[in-house]
């Protein structure tokens, strides 16, 4: 992915405007994802992604290929996100940070599965949406980590944040998801029951 990125910008910077639309096609579905996990209205994400996108088109220039460009992308589509929430008086993304008390905060690598047994297509659907419900301090980094794949190291880029509060936020959203998904799977299980005792 990065060597094509490097190639729609290096054609977009030699005048090719219209070749950013492919690097808006390529990275529009993962953007609109994390905004939607920070502000929590799609109508604010819209807004929010395309004002990342603008602001990425004017500041290509000044793009150093320091880090890549899904990575310094979502840097800008998160600060975006975070001035829009802290216009509307929510949490800072950007300076709130939580200490570890030296524990250890490393997620494990089953962080979207509490049992193995579970995979099935319902199970998959009752994560994304307790996905969706995780607060917006948590949800934007777990969003990163999991489902755009990138390292600790690419999220302290992204958010700002320091390694610990982002060891911190993973851990406790998989920990919220773990207690919310098994409290949807039980109630579930209590529903069936009812319905078969009632069609006996």
């Known amino acids: 992915m990065h060597d094509r990125d490097h190639s729609i910008v290096t054609r977009v910077l030699a005048g090719e405007k ?14 609109m994802t994390l905004a939607m996990r920070m502000l929590k209205n799609r109508e604010d994400a819209e807004e929010a992604l395309q004002d990342a996108f603008v602001r990425a088109f004017h500041a290509l220039p000044r793009f150093e290929w320091k880090s890549s460009f899904s990575t310094w992308f979502y840097r800008i589509v998160y600060n975006v996100c975070a001035s829009a929430l802290a216009r ?19 997620p494990p690598s089953d962080l979207l599965l509490p049992d193995a047994a579970y995979e099935s297509v319902e199970f998959s ?29 690419e999220i302290v880029d992204v958010t700002g944040l320091s390694l610990s509060a982002v060891k911190v936020r993973l851990f406790r959203a998989r920990a919220l998801l773990r207690d919310t998904v098994a409290k949807r799977l039980g109630n579930e299980v209590v529903e069936l029951h009812k319905e078969g005792v009632q069609g006996s």
């Open 125 to 153: 659907r009752i994560v994304r949406e307790e996905v969706d419900r995780l607060p917006s301090m948590y949800g934007p980094v777990f969003t990163l980590f999991v489902m755009q794949e990138m390292s600790y190291e």
């Open 18 to 31: 219209r070749a950013y639309a492919e690097l808006v096609d390529r990275h529009k579905d993962k953007a």
């Open 88 to 106: 509307k008086g929510g949490p800072s993304h950007q300076s709130l940070d939580e200490e570890t008390g030296g524990e250890n905060f490393d």
